[in-house]
């Protein structure tokens, strides 16, 4: 079980640390979109190998093409579109204190959606969670630190991603994590060429960044996170979650030269 919390540790630290690598590869001359496509296809490319060892090729059923091109368009293309336009226009540390109320927007749609009702201590966290957001915002906003513009990316990023959950439940009913990436990267090609993608404006150290992005951040850390997912509970997995902005925000502090404010 140590070897299992260590494999979660170093996932979500890897995840913090992704927001760091993708506002570099964007300061190194990646558009958002064709970062999000370089980092897609090489974290594709390499998992495929995974996929036809251990399932064959790859086959997508005709009535499930029109729910897996909605699904590619709002958990892929969509989502890196807000992503990367809100870290590009705002510090690493608020995209990732926003992006981390993902589970309680998830929690409050799953509760609209089937009309469950919330106990009163999640109730009590999704305010609180709510009201971290908007003080990030306000405060952000107000001291100059964050555009709104850029807040405003960053929270449509956690909406479209509670979108995605619902879009892709029934097709992971049907297919592996594997097997939905082969067929996501699809939607994200026009996506990059309608941003300006020129793979020859980014320099060296943009395209370091994307292969950490690609191949560590994405590919590594996802298949890790399978086979932890293995032995560990849903509920223990989530706690680790907690690591992601802690993370971003010590490193946007030491790599980035982000300050910190009252607020955060």
């Given at each position: 079980?140590?070897?299992t919390?260590?494999?979660?540790?170093?996932?979500?630290?890897?995840?913090?640390?992704s927001?760091?690598?993708?506002?570099?590869?964007?300061?190194?001359?990646?558009?958002?979109?064709?970062?999000?496509?370089?980092?897609?296809?090489?974290a594709?490319?390499?998992?495929?190998?995974l996929?036809?060892?251990?399932?064959?090729?790859?086959?997508?059923?005709?009535?499930?093409?029109?729910?897996?091109?909605?699904s590619?368009l709002?958990?892929?293309?969509?989502?890196?579109?807000?992503?990367?336009?809100?870290?590009?226009r705002?510090?690493?540390?608020?995209?990732?204190?926003i992006?981390?109320?993902?589970?309680?927007?998830?929690?409050?749609?799953?509760?609209?959606?089937?009309?469950?009702?919330?106990?009163?201590?999640?109730?009590?966290?999704?305010?609180?969670?709510?009201?971290?957001?908007?003080?990030i915002?306000?405060?952000?906003?107000?001291?100059?630190?964050?555009?709104?513009?850029?807040?405003?990316?960053?929270?449509g990023?956690?909406l479209?991603?509670?979108?995605?959950?619902?879009?892709?439940?029934?097709?992971?009913?049907?297919?592996?994590?594997?097997?939905?990436?082969a067929?996501?990267?699809?939607?994200?090609?026009?996506?990059?060429?309608?941003?300006?993608?020129?793979?020859?404006?980014?320099?060296?150290?943009?395209?370091?960044?994307?292969?950490?992005?690609?191949?560590?951040?994405s590919?590594?850390?996802?298949?890790?996170?399978?086979?932890?997912?293995?032995?560990?509970s849903?509920?223990?997995?989530?706690?680790f979650?907690?690591?992601?902005?802690?993370?971003?925000?010590?490193?946007?502090?030491?790599?980035?030269?982000?300050?910190?404010?009252?607020a955060t």
């Open positions: 079980m140590r070897k919390y260590g494999t979660m540790v170093f996932i979500n630290v890897m995840w913090g640390l927001f760091i690598f993708s506002k570099q590869g964007m300061n190194a001359g990646f558009q958002p979109m064709g970062l999000a496509f370089v980092r897609y296809v090489l594709a490319a390499a998992l495929i190998p996929l036809l060892w251990r399932e064959g090729a790859p086959r997508l059923r005709r009535e499930d093409m029109l729910p897996m091109f909605l590619s709002a958990g892929i293309t969509v989502y890196y579109f807000c992503e990367y336009n809100g870290i590009q705002t510090s690493t540390v608020s995209a990732s204190l992006l981390a109320a993902i589970p309680v927007l998830t929690l409050g749609a799953e509760a609209l959606l089937t009309r469950a009702r919330l106990r009163p201590m999640q109730t009590a966290g999704a305010f609180l969670s709510l009201a971290g957001v908007g003080l915002t306000l405060s952000s906003s107000q001291e100059g630190t964050d555009s709104l513009a850029g807040i405003l990316f960053i929270f990023a956690s479209v991603w509670v979108a995605y959950i619902f879009l892709s439940r029934r097709l992971r009913q049907r297919y592996s994590s594997l097997s939905m990436n067929w996501q990267a699809v939607t994200l090609l026009p996506a990059a060429l309608a941003d300006g993608f020129d793979p020859a404006a980014v320099s060296w150290d943009g395209w370091a960044s994307a292969v950490v992005l690609a191949l560590v951040c590919a590594l850390c996802y298949y890790l996170y399978g086979n932890a997912l293995a032995t560990l849903p509920l223990a997995s989530a706690i979650v907690n690591l992601i902005p802690l993370t971003t925000l010590i490193a946007g502090v030491l790599f980035l030269g982000e300050k910190l404010t009252w």
